[in-house]
């Protein structure tokens, strides 16, 4: 078994607008790639239950071409609402990066 | 060929351009300098209270920058979303500080203001139309939150710009605006590849991000009949087919397809060839255009007041489950609270312990060890200021001796500040993520002229 961060070169996550956060998983080579893509623990209902989020509304993208795995999220409660912990959502990507593959 | 070349000069008006990148940009002979000044990243605030984020002598270091290289080769400046929020305020406090600096300069010529700020009543009627519709994730809302919203901005496309720079503008001050219109604008003006005017417009609305090299802050974009060219400004700087093609990602959340007001961008089919170190080239990019005309609703509303106290803990009974504290002192202050007769409905609380739990969210994995410190925050957030300052004054002396264990004796923790408890004033939260179909792109828009001689 190995975790996402073990298999990618990096993963980040941002705001997309106040609503929404998007996480990319990169890699560098094609056969890692293809384990994150093809997991079934990297799956968007397990994005949802990580997040605490709308399985029906998450987005997954496989950027073949870069190598990258995206999802995309509405927040469970806008940017900057009164107990915000991370108003860029910059620092949201680590527990995607720490689930097993 | 029809070609727009544009200096895109930083990703964000006032956090500093690279002097030497930006003069290196006007030796490729721009035919226009584009730049966003806003974002609602940092959430809700400066909408609500319609203020920016960055200090005044910054917007002026920055704006001065751009209008000294737009005089010196005689082309316009346009700068979309003044502000951060693109209130009409944030667009008059621009058009401020660029006639002081048109003033101390001696330059003459004319100044467009576009305001896009709009008026609830207006707004509430269109939501009577039916011409008002949520975006996936937008929170619910009634015809009353149009009112509730201290300040709501609709976002421009490219044919405000367009239309002040024909009626003879050189520089161009926008309200809050899509980040690619901004720059969008003067390609499709000058007749070049529409989808690719938008695109490269996107690669390029953060600056320097989509090349190898961020130093430059800003970047260099030719949009032709066929394609755009992104060039990097600083001579060592790459910029690759990855570097431009991964910036679709960034802050999206569909890399292949993009709305605008006029229309919908989508770039799966993109072509990115590398041309030289510094340059890449981009073919495929599509625009399709839209039949109704819309724009994107932005709205912030006031919805208490808060006051923080910040206590710092590295009691190893606290470290060794730091939850069960924050959820024993949780329950016994808020039972005091309750018993000086304050209502539920007018205030909450939060603890946030960092060094533990306070950036990630959900459980904390097994078997991590106990943090060697933490800092508690306390959030109290209330109907008035007063009563927020009161409740974290119950909250005061539990936050300093609040044990773990109530059989030892009593320990005192660490504060950084007195008084310990922060007044932080008024706090907001956005409302809208709703679309407006409007009558063109001139409905909802105002344009003011100033003629400086």
């Known amino acids: 078994m190995a975790k996402v961060k073990e298999l990618s070169k990096y993963v980040r996550s941002k705001n997309a607008g106040p609503f929404w956060v998007t996480i990319e998983i990169f890699c560098d080579n094609k056969e890692n790639y293809e384990k994150i893509k093809e997991s079934p623990n990297i799956t968007k209902e397990k994005v949802a239950e990580l997040y605490n989020t709308n399985p029906a509304l998450i987005k997954k993208f496989n950027v073949d071409n870069l190598l990258v795995i995206k999802f995309s999220y509405p927040r469970p409660v806008p ?14 990507y680590i527990r995607l990066a720490e689930m097993e593959v | 060929m029809k070609t727009c070349r544009i200096l895109m000069p930083i990703g964000s008006l006032g ?45 002026k270091h920055d704006l001065e920058i751009c209008i000294a290289g737009g005089k010196k080769l005689g082309i316009p400046v346009f700068v979309g979303s003044c502000g951060t929020c693109g209130t009409d305020n944030m667009v008059d406090l621009f058009a401020e500080i660029v006639e002081e600096i048109y003033r101390e300069r001696g330059f003459t010529g004319r100044i467009a203001r576009i305001y896009s700020q709009q008026d609830p009543n207006v707004l509430k009627k269109k939501f009577d139309e039916g011409k008002i519709y949520e975006l996936e994730g937008a929170p619910v809302i009634t015809k009353e939150t149009f ?14 710009y367009i239309k002040a720079y024909e009626e003879g503008a050189e520089v161009v001050l926008g309200g809050r605006t899509t980040d690619t219109a901004i720059i969008a ?20 609305e953060c600056g320097a991000q989509c090349t190898e090299d961020t130093e430059a802050k800003g970047v260099f974009l030719t949009v032709d009949e066929k394609g755009f060219l992104v060039t990097t400004l600083l001579p060592w700087a790459r910029c690759t087919p990855y570097s431009v093609s991964a910036h679709m990602l960034y802050e999206n959340v ?3 397809r993009l709305t605008e007001p006029s229309g919908i961008v989508t770039t799966n089919e993109a072509v990115y060839t590398q041309v030289d170190e510094r340059s890449v080239y981009v073919t495929g990019s599509k625009f399709e255009q839209a039949k109704q005309y819309t724009m994107k609703l932005e709205g912030a509303c006031l919805v208490g007041y808060q006051t923080i106290s910040l206590v710092g803990i590295a009691d190893r009974a606290v470290m060794a489950e730091p939850e069960s504290w924050i959820k024993n002192i949780s329950e016994y202050v808020d039972t005091y609270i309750r018993k000086l007769g304050i209502s539920p409905e007018d205030y909450s609380f939060n603890f946030k312990a960092y060094g533990y739990n ?15 410190e933490i800092g508690v925050l306390l959030t109290v957030t209330a109907k008035t200021q007063d009563l927020a300052n009161q409740i974290s004054k119950v909250f005061n002396p539990y936050l300093l001796h609040f044990p773990a264990d109530p059989n030892v004796q009593l320990p005192s923790f660490a504060f950084p500040f007195s008084p310990a408890h922060i007044p932080r004033g008024a706090t907001y939260e956005f409302k809208l993520y709703h679309i407006v179909k409007t009558e063109g792109p001139f409905e909802l828009v105002r344009f003011k002229y100033n003629d400086i001689k």
């Open chain 2, 15 to 59: 956090a500093g351009i690279n002097p030497e990148a930006f003069e290196n940009g006007l030796t490729m002979k721009p035919d226009v300098i584009a730049v966003d000044a806003g974002s609602t990243d940092s959430g809700p605030a400066y909408l609500a209270t319609g203020t920016c984020k960055y200090s005044r002598a910054m917007l």
């Open chain 2, 185 to 204: 604008a003067m390609p499709i003006k000058l007749g070049c590849h529409v989808g690719a005017a938008w695109h490269g417009a996107k690669v390029v």
């Open chain 1, 79 to 92: 940017s900057g609402y009164r107990y915000e912990n991370d108003m860029h959502s910059g620092q949201q």
């Open chain 2, 147 to 160: 009112d509730e919203c201290t300040n709501i901005v609709a976002l421009m496309g490219a044919e405000p």
């Open chain 2, 254 to 256: 569909d890399p292949y």
């Open chain 2, 358 to 372: 306070a950036v990630i969210d959900g459980p904390v994995p097994a078997g991590t060890p106990a943090p060697r």
